[in-house]
């Protein structure tokens, strides 16, 4: 912003008032801009989900889910893990504050996991198994655990 000039002609002190008044519109409204960016940027086809979860070719699995670090994710089949189950199965929650998950064309969801929300793959719970690391699936079998494929 160029530098306002303070006249000392008839405007006397109304011009410096002026030059405030003009200055402080000036920042106004380029904060204003700058909110309308933010949200024009926002409103892409995923505007207001959160990526938690890719797609990733992993061996003989084929196409599975993983978390945004590319830890394999499992479902149980069969139910919910709770209580010391969590400490070998935590569940993948979304971020505190956000609610709908992304990273996929379709097929996610939560389900509520005490205050937080825990996020789902056709309604199945998702979770990473304590003893991954990097790109191994060694929880895939235990205690009912399957890798999480992607759906045809």
Known sequence: MAPMRQGRGRAGRGGKALATVTAVMTVAVMTVGGLLATSAASA???????????????????????????????????????????????????????TTPGGISSGLGTAKRGARLQVTYEGKRLYTFYEDRGTSTKGEGVGGFIVAQVSD
């Open 44 to 98: 892409r086809p995923e505007a207001g989900k959160t990526k938690v979860v890719k797609e990733t070719v992993r061996g003989s699995f084929g196409e599975i889910l993983t978390d945004t670090k590319g830890l394999t994710l499992y479902i149980e089949p069969s139910g919910t893990c709770t209580g010391g189950c969590l400490t070998i199965w935590p569940p993948l929650l979304m971020p505190e504050g956000t």
